[in-house]
């Protein structure tokens, strides 16, 4: 369809004056309603110049003001809000605490978990061993704890005739159990240059196979191998911190009921009786440490009559107990894993070498000893 330059003209004029007519209309609009936001601006005014100099208008506001805030729902909205910023800053403070101790442990967990080799040389750290280190395992317990910076106090029956064929080591120290000045020093160095870090009950651990003993012969051997040690351990006490005992229990004997063997077994005894008679101290934080088979080289260190082939002493011992006085010692991550593993500290016992764990179940020992 053609249109003529004269027709689009004339409907581009009449498009013209309806817009026009529009724009008129909304001006119109504006203008009145202009005047009457202004009209009604002016009686407020007005109204609040009154109210703010009438005394009585100004004390009913602040009448109905006070009881609007003492309202029941108002109240509640205010404490609902409260109680949720409340909540809210909690959590803000407790997120914000979980985060940074997770930063922490992730750069510097090797650090504050982890164990070193051996003790730094500024923490003069001692340890007391109450045993004989003619026997094996009780000599490698001293010597892997001496590699690791610590000074060692070992008190036995023969520390007389150690001092004699030994060296003088500063860090290695022979206490005779019956020498009232041994025990004194040691005390006294207790107080001046070192810190105790713990205390390692330790009976003989390695007899050798078999055989009937006479009464005269075990007399002695309880006397020098346990009950001296106790005795030691009494007078020491009450001069002593507060401090962590470790009893080790030849207990695998014992849990097998073998007959043949009756060092074994009423040293376990005692041992146990110990650890029941001992737990009664403030001073002293016990673990009882259940020792099964282990070995040095090829063979068996303890329980040679029985014929099985043990752990290594290095794994299955010397590093759970250095683990185990560390952390006693260490700081509060380390004493953190020590409750954790311990249950909360209400299971103290440990074991330590091949089937010190599995002869507890009193159905498992027969098969030990068929494997015998």
């Not at 009154?50 to 009448?63: K, N, R, S, Y």
Request: glycine share 4%.
């Amino acid at each position: 369809m053609m249109y003529t330059r004269s027709q689009v003209t004339g409907k581009e004029s009449m498009a013209q004056d309806i817009v026009d007519q529009v724009f008129d209309r909304v001006d119109s609009l504006y203008s009145k309603g202009s005047k009457v936001v202004s009209s009604v601006q002016d009686a407020v005014s007005n109204t609040v110049s009154h109210i703010g100099g009438d005394p009585q208008w100004e004390a009913e506001l602040a009448a109905r003001s006070r009881e609007e805030a003492g309202s029941p729902i108002v109240k509640s909205l205010s404490s609902l809000g409260s109680t949720i910023y409340r909540q809210l800053s909690g959590k803000v403070v407790i997120g914000c605490g979980f985060s940074a101790l997770m930063a922490i442990l992730f750069w510097r967990k090797e650090r504050l978990l982890g164990l070193p080799e051996h003790l730094p040389k500024n923490q003069p750290k001692c340890c007391l061993v109450l045993g004989d280190m003619h026997d094996p395992i009780i000599r490698s317990q001293v010597m892997d704890l001496y590699r690791r910076r610590f000074t060692i106090f070992v008190c036995s029956r023969d520390a007389p005739s150690y001092r004699e064929h030994e060296e003088d080591d500063d860090f290695l120290v022979h206490l005779d159990p019956t020498s009232s000045s041994d025990l004194a020093n040691f005390v006294q160095s207790l107080n001046s240059t070192y810190e105790l870090a713990s205390i390692l009950f330790m009976p003989n651990l390695s007899y050798h196979p078999s055989g009937e003993m006479s009464l005269s012969q075990l007399e002695t051997e309880i006397r020098s191998n346990t009950l001296l040690y106790y005795c030691t351990l009494m007078k020491l006490l009450p001069h002593l911190p507060h401090t962590q005992l470790i009893l080790f229990d030849p207990s695998l004997t014992y849990n097998m009921k073998v007959a043949h063997h009756p060092v074994e077994i009423i040293v376990s005894g005692i041992v146990k009786s110990l650890y029941q008679s001992l737990a009664r101290h403030e001073k002293l934080d016990l673990y009882l440490i259940h020792l099964g088979i282990l070995q040095l080289t090829a063979q068996p260190s303890n329980y040679k009559f029985l014929n099985l082939k043990g752990s290594n002493v290095n794994t299955a011992l010397l590093e759970p107990v250095y683990r185990l006085i560390m952390a006693y010692n260490g700081n509060i991550l380390r004493r953190m894993w020590l409750w954790i593993v311990t249950f909360g500290f209400l299971n103290h016992h440990w074991y330590c070498g091949k089937y010190s764990w599995i002869s507890t179940f009193s159905f498992i020992t027969p098969l030990i000893k068929k494997w015998t």
